[in-house]
């Protein structure tokens, strides 16, 4: 099976099915014929962008990137909506948090966007990173994250 194939195989089962674990999806994989390692599906799901985001009563479970930018900007307005408590800056530092669980998964959306301004970002479980080259431009990366959904009551400049 090429490498595409497998992907595209992993992607399926990851829409269809609520997948915490690696090894579910090595299970689900092995269950209709296809024998892979986990390290090869780890490496698959790392390049495919997937992330594991807090899903209510079902605990952590991987999802997809979205396909389309418009398709990214509305999941990330909705997860900035349901998940962000406050953002900030302090100088060249945007320093967004969130409820727990939800700031890799906002931190791999916030990437994928590109911001211009965004020259690194390091996200924890509850707390996102991101380095600006000046003051101005974290004031300017706040203005678009608030574009996108995040309530302006929520921003504070220091």
Do not use: C, W
Not at 26 to 35: C, Q, T
Not at 119 to 147: C, P, R, Y
């Amino acid at each position: 099976m090429l490498k595409t194939e497998r992907q595209n195989k992993i992607r399926k089962i990851i829409k269809e099915n609520k997948i915490s674990k690696h090894s579910q999806l090595v299970k689900i994989l092995a269950d209709e014929g296809l024998k892979f390692t986990q390290a090869t599906i780890s490496r698959d799901m790392h390049e495919m962008n997937i992330v594991k985001i807090a899903s209510g009563s079902d605990g952590y479970i991987y999802v997809l990137p979205e396909e389309s930018n418009n398709g990214l900007e509305q999941k990330l307005s909705q997860i900035l909506s349901e998940s962000m408590i406050n953002i900030e800056s302090q100088q060249f530092l945007v320093i967004i948090k969130t409820i727990p669980g939800y700031a890799q998964a906002l931190g791999s959306l916030l990437e994928q966007m590109m911001f211009s301004e965004v020259h690194g970002l390091l996200a924890g479980d509850d707390t996102i990173f991101m380095v600006t080259k000046s003051s101005s431009e974290s004031v300017d990366l706040i203005e678009k994250i608030n574009g996108l959904g995040a309530k302006n009551d929520r921003y504070n400049h220091y």
